[in-house]
């Protein structure tokens, strides 16, 4: 077996209680993470054909939890687990979607012996499942329901980790010894009524937000996984893991947040942005996604407390988003009020009902039980998760989400189509989308969790004084295999130019393919966090390199892991083909098309080339064109390998990226596209 790997996934059936071992081996080539998760969904899931791939919370519904071979060998941030399977969020199609998490699950789960956990079936009763190194058992889950996040995981420590004080007291499994308690993976009392709005969470709030996953652990009668684990990862080359990570630690500056205030121990093993401060459980500064949920700069402690509720209930922050900023845009629908917000999320939905008058005591849609007079208090979101939690009165609506909760109201159609529904596409509660276009098509295309800063700072007005278009063009020789072409970068989104070498062209395809199929092997399945990788302005693609040949040992370029992030990309693309996806049904909301649509752009802005010259802008006044956005997908299903008419791919793209398995799949449903 390649060094980093541990040679063995979990597999896991609830409903015959059969626990299983899949040979790593097998799926080697998907590189690690996603993608082995995503190949071991084909074949669980899809290849079978015993259903329509349609309803989330059914049975067949497979989770495979995967960590990457960088996992626990000490390479920064690369320990991130990642989640991939059928969402009940998505809407109106329950869409194959991905998340991840930091914090330690992930390393955890390596130094227990496994690559991954693939989950099945559904038990007839609660469960958790507990894992000691190679000791596997499905436990009784009773007691546990009911519980918060914090409360199952601290039952659970006591249960496996005895009186363990972490980092001080031994503690003996077997023949060896462990100074640290479990780490566990679990829903709270949201995702066992099936809130679609449902997280998992693992120790003080880190959590797989998008995709509603924690209700499918509630489908199935799953409240956590506990691992403890006391084994170490094989490395081809720990000399030069260590020189990577000097090498890195020199040149890392923190991006935003200060090197040297330091991680708390809840952060990922090991962290170098600092960005989770957190110590325990109990206490510590709340993550920035969180603080968008309620973002209170003159009370931190009642920002705290409101984050602190959110986590021990296991619900999505970034599906409750009330939106922190708000920006000024000319042209916007009237009811914004030139009060654009940069985030959306059922929170803003709430705060647009309540403004037009239809949400209140007896109105048109009855608030009970939420205090509407404390709106802007710790109270009032309280008051809204415990609604959520119990689904009692307006919170039964709100635990189905955005969009099916305005289905149930009868305004899905009428805020839809006026802008209200501030949801890019597939109902999924943004992060940014615009004026970054490539998160706005990673959206529309169904990336999951698109998440991805990585050219945000190398696309925006140079910081040592460069000139613009020479900083590009130093850029434009990094992203490897499309390099020399600097129209890649260029954001124009107005007139000739934005269909000539701006967001709607052959150009902008490249941009948007390079970042998934970095995404897909580097991010998602080496599982390095996207907070500090890719480093385009300096040390991209040399770094990642140095770290996969040292613990993997092997001699694949930067070109040969793209490859392979786009077969994985394709894959995803041949799942979500099996599921109804289509040119026809991938678009995105109307807001999208409307004055309003755009973010806040940091870092000064994006690059603009018109009229012969680049500028920097902020673009907030971005919207897009629907013919412009038409005219995009053609550019990209060709660049992809996809087929012009349905974006299927085709044989010839399937037999290229050694993916023949999945051509008589699609054939025999008719879903092979056509050369």
Known sequence: MTGGYTGKILRIDLTTRLIHMID?????EFGGGYGMGTAIFWDLAVAPGEWDLKDAYDPRN???????????TGVPGAGRTNVCGLSPETFPTCEFWRSNLGGRFGNMMKLAGWDGIVVQGRADKPVWINIINDQVKIEDGKELWGLDTWETQNRITSMVGGKTRYGEEWQQIGDTYTTTRPEILCIGPVGETKSRLAALITGS???ARIGGHGAVFGAKNLNAISVTGTGSVQMSDPEGVLKARILQMKTYTGGDIPFASGPGAASCMPCLRADRRRSNYYGGESMCADQSWYFNNRNQTAQDKACEALIKSGLS???LHFHAMSIEIEGAPKFYRKKVPTDS????????LKEQGLLGPGKQIDSAPLPLDQWNELSFREALIDCIVRREGI??????GCCRAAQKWGRLEMDRDSGALRLPAWGATSHWTMPFVEWAYAYMLGAGDPAWHGFMAPTGVPRDGTPLEESLEKLSKRTIPYTDDIFMFNYAWKGEEAWKTGIYSPHKAKQVAWSRHYSAFWNESMAFCEMFLPELHSYTPEMEIMYYKAVTGKNDSFADTMRIGQKIWTLERAIRVMHGRSRQTEDFYPYMYMPGASGLAV???????????????PAPDMYLDRKGVDDFKSHYYALEGWDKEHGWPTRKTLEKLDLER????????GKLGTA
Do not use: N
């Open 24 to 28: 790593t081996a097998k799926y080697e």
């Open 62 to 72: 497979v989770l495979p939890i995967m960590v990457g071979p960088l996992a626990a």
């Open 205 to 207: 709030g880190v959590s």
């Open 317 to 319: 922050s970034w599906s």
């Open 345 to 352: 999320g059922l929170g803003w939905y709430l705060q647009f």
């Open 395 to 400: 919170g039964d609506a709100l635990a189905e």
């Open 603 to 617: 870092y000064g802005g994006v690059p603009i080339y018109e009229k012969g010259k680049w500028r920097s802008d």
């Open 662 to 669: 999945m051509i008589k799949t699609l054939r025999d449903s």
